[in-house]
């Protein structure tokens, strides 16, 4: 052992107070000692931790690394290959079989044809908050509905139902329920999904789902698949829409640009992605001895990759922890790097670009109705960080 390399004992389970838009500090100073550390597991098992921003997207991209969820020595006991269908814990070629055939469903192209209606969908949950204001919680009356009501109509999930559905992913995704409560909602939503992959397959509509019942994947694997999108449509683009109008309220000179000059809703979206990193981090396994940053991650050892610290790094960002809209793009790991890369990416985009400009041109006095240390946020036990509710208040018309 190198008695010289830097050691973190284990997650931070806290941010600073203040500072809720801040990776832990513990993270940060790991960085500034070094951008890759050694690390314990919670289980006990020996492993790493990879902060820097150029060691996380090599590793990323190092078919060296696998992420079947099988192979992860993070627990004192052996956890069981992911169900069919879930490939984001999958390697080629089983990650391949699942997702080529989703690829062309999430293309710029399609998702520029969306435009209009999340616009539609966008101007419907604006109205129902104008009417019910001058004051709601942007959570429940504008960041959830959007993308639920948005992945729910890709995928062809009735519109009674989403309602339990949205409830269900808030439950095991949320990080306070208990063991029970997490595997009753995802058995639960399991089950529904697999009553709705029978239906499709028996009256196909039109939607994606519909359209998959007509390859060679079995009602099994469609039944992950959907969950995976589900889940990953829904809770990532609500939270970066609930935290990234509280980041914009508490940075009111960036707001105030962004409403001067609409164009910079580009630049804005790619900089709140970078700066509030939601996905918080991911797990990889080596399998074969890899040297990383100078130090030998032995094969069947997994590191940690923490995309939040990697995209405050110095060595890749100027002033990374300024939230600057007009920052030049340059690479953000938000949507994490290499064959895994999110599949939503441009729907994401979308949803962000239209949902943000239409929220600050509708309520051009929005602001927080509570003090910000009031605001309830995730904890760090949530694999997804972001705003448990957001009371705002606006000057009615």
Known sequence: MN????????????????CPFDPPAELIDAQRHSPISRFTHPGGKPGWLITGYDLVRSVL?????????????????????APPGEFLLMDDPQHSRYRKPLVGRFTVRRMRMLTE???QITADRLDAMEQAGPSADLVTAFAKPIPTMVICEILGVPYGDRAHFQEQIDTFMGG???DEEVMAAYTATQGYLARLVATKRAHPTDDVLSELTGSDLTDEELKGISLLLLAAG?????????????????????????????????????????????????????????EVGGQTIEASTTVVLSLNTANRDPAR??????????????????????????????????????????????????RLAVPADEVRLRPESADIYGVKSLPVTWDAA
């Open 117 to 119: 209606r999340i616009e």
């Open 317 to 366: 960002f100027t002033a990374p922890g300024t939230l600057d809209i007009r920052r030049p793009h340059e690479g953000h790991l938000a949507f994490s790097h290499g064959i895994h890369q999110c599949l939503g990416q441009q729907l994401a985009r979308t949803e962000m670009r239209v949902a943000f400009r239409a929220l600050i041109e509708r309520f051009p006095t929005l």
């Open 234 to 290: 829904f809770d990532t683009t609500a939270n970066m829409l609930s935290l990234g109008t509280f980041a914009l309220l508490q940075h009111p000179e960036q707001l105030a640009a962004l409403r001067a000059e609409p164009a910079l809703i580009d630049g804005a979206v790619e900089e709140l992605l970078r700066y509030l990193s939601v996905a918080k981090t991911f797990n990889r396994t080596a399998l074969e001895d890899v």
């Open 61 to 81: 991209a190092d078919p060296r690394f696998s992420s079947r969820r099988e192979l992860m020595s993070v627990v004192d006991f052996e956890l069981p290959p």
């Open 3 to 18: 008695e010289s390399v830097h050691t973190v004992e284990a997650m931070p389970t806290e941010r600073r107070p203040g």
């Open 176 to 178: 306070e329920a208990s």
